[in-house]
């Protein structure tokens, strides 16, 4: 039976941190000169095909390889939301994913035309993206205040590399008060399509869904936000200029600054529902404190 108490019940996929893959220990120094054996995060470069081209070249963690392709190539509105997509082939040893679709594809021209955004590991859109900020229709939705907090506090106490060894982000799709999948990389972007990648592949709709982010509400996750067709999106960190004015162009509801019982919503506030007594609603305790808070990595 489900534990309504416990937040990890509510996951289709979270975080590992104890998988062998993801972090290495290596020894140092600490700044009083004792020696000290910390986690670090791996790093690996995985390689994206589309049929017989070659795409992109990501720096990434290395788990869900597959939904990452996905997620990148639709992101880049490379991969369209009708494709037929006839077989995703990884080679672990290559560092290789080549996602095969039914439609012929060729984006040579596409690929000349691209921007370098904020996020970190130098993520890239590429120049059309930018309409899909311009045509935006998304849902109506709603917020309640009462489902932000309790998200976000079963967001923070769930176990991650995050947590545990820093200099990564973490992206979780949820609905309501529930967190549903839950992704980590060392660029968010990548985090980000990896959700993408499972929406798509799992048929999952973006209608009623919200989606947070432990870093920064650049213009880059306005417009990947945008793209899936999510009405909200949420970080516990602060925002960029140009995203708060692509979210307002596109309707997107824009909350940052979400710890503990504080929060700022700089576009779509009209999706907000505030029905939770502040009173009930505990600050951030320091034990689940993330490194982001300390550091803003």
């Known amino acids: 039976m489900r534990d309504p108490n416990n937040p990890l019940d509510d996951y289709l996929i979270r975080p590992d941190p104890a998988d062998p893959r993801l972090t290495e220990r290596v020894q140092g120094i600490d700044h009083t000169g004792a020696p000290i054996t910390t986690a670090v995060t791996v790093e690996r470069a995985l390689t994206i095909f589309l049929n017989a081209q070659e795409i992109v070249t990501a720096m990434t963690i290395g788990d869900y390889p597959e939904f990452l392709a996905l997620g990148y190539l639709l992101n880049q509105n490379m991969l369209r939301a009708d494709d037929v997509v006839t077989g995703i082939d990884y ?22 035309k691209k921007v370098q955004t904020s996020g970190c590991a130098q993520g890239t859109v590429f ?8 045509n935006a229709k998304l849902p109506k939705a709603e917020l309640r205040t009462s489902w932000l907090y309790a998200l976000t506090q079963k967001i923070n106490t769930t176990p991650s590399l995050y947590l545990d060894a820093g200099a990564i ?12 999948v ?10 980000v399509d990896k959700i993408a990648g499972w929406m798509f592949q799992e048929r999952v709709s973006p209608d009623d869904k919200i989606f947070y982010t432990t870093g920064r509400l650049t213009s880059e996750m306005v417009i990947k936000t945008v793209r899936m067709g999510i009405p909200i ?9 140009w995203g708060v ?8 509801t824009l909350i940052g600054r979400a ?30 404190r993330r490194k982001a808070a300390m550091y803003e990595d």
């Open 259 to 288: 710890r503990g019982k504080r929060f700022v919503a700089l576009a779509g506030e009209d999706r907000i529902v505030f029905d939770q007594d502040l009173a009930y609603v505990e600050d951030e305790s320091a034990k689940h």
């Open 182 to 191: 839950y992704m980590e990389d060392v660029g968010r972007h990548n985090a």
């Open 233 to 241: 999106l949420v970080s516990r960190s602060g925002f960029t200029a």
């Open 91 to 112: 080679d672990e040893d290559l560092a290789v994913v080549v996602v095969r679709t039914a439609r012929a594809t060729d984006y040579e021209q596409k690929l000349k």
């Open 169 to 180: 982000h973490g992206c979780v799709l949820a609905q309501e008060n529930r967190p549903l």
């Open 245 to 252: 004015e692509l979210a307002r162009k596109a309707g997107l």
């Open 127 to 134: 120049g059309d993206l930018m309409e899909v900020v311009e």
